[in-house]
């Protein structure tokens, strides 16, 4: 248990980071590889409906390729925490988030170079969709079963829905406000940052991802081991 207590002080954090991380791959994704995004699924879907609808500018390969890539990862990632027990639930999901700095560091590897053409005859735009969205699956997995509120670090629409509805406006207590500003301002900033560095290079932006998955993975793995050595 002390272990777990460890880890649940550390990670609002850890997942504060991810949040921007989301931000970082979207942007990536939407700007520089058709169009489509790899982390937030409920915007794929929708675009997935748009480029059936024939919208110019949208590909249903490039959307599915994000959505079975994605679901590819959150089945790698549930088998992984389909292993912890009640008191090894932040081990485990240690684990499956290293899937999210492996598949990020090969995507920043691979896209050097790249220069966001999806138009050029090449496969590197699918593989660096599917390598994104496979990074996303694997993480949503470990934050679906460790079920922090408000800090789902992908999706904000419950997020700012809290927010406005638990509001003194609204005659609520403002619970988690702090958290839940938090995790706004931390995909936005993402999301800025993302489209500024991509201006220079893409394998930058995929790089600084992985960069920053990694230093929120190790935080939630020295907090565990810190507490294993008391």
Do not use: W
Not at 34 to 52: E, K, S
Not at 199 to 209: E, K
């Amino acid at each position: 248990m002390a272990s777990n207590q460890a880890a649940e002080k550390i990670a609002p954090y850890v997942f504060l980071g991810m949040t921007a991380v989301t931000g970082l791959v979207d942007a990536v994704s939407f700007l520089s590889l058709g169009r489509v995004f790899t982390a937030n699924m409920t915007g794929n879907v929708i675009l997935l409906g748009f480029a059936t609808a024939r919208v110019p500018g949208l590909s249903i390969t490039l959307s599915l390729t994000a959505l079975v890539s994605f679901l590819a990862g959150a089945v790698l990632g549930g088998r992984i925490m389909s292993r912890a027990s009640v008191d090894s639930h932040f081990r485990f999901a240690a684990r499956a988030l290293m899937l999210e700095v492996v598949a990020l560091t090969a995507a920043s590897l691979y896209a050097i170079g790249y220069k966001g053409d999806v138009m050029e005859p090449s496969l590197r735009p699918l593989a660096l969709i599917a390598l994104t969205a496979l990074a996303m699956g694997a993480r949503n997995a470990a934050v679906r079963k460790l079920a922090i509120p408000d800090l789902t670090t992908t999706v904000l629409t419950l997020t700012l829905t809290g927010i406005a509805a638990d509001s003194s406006l609204a005659n609520g207590n403002n619970v988690r406000l702090a958290r839940r500003i938090g995790s706004v301002v931390a995909m936005l900033s993402g999301a800025a940052l993302g489209a500024i560095v991509i201006r220079v290079s893409i394998a930058g932006a995929l790089a600084l991802a992985a960069a920053i998955s990694a230093l929120c993975n190790a935080a939630l793995y020295r907090s565990l081991r810190t507490s294993d050595e008391r």
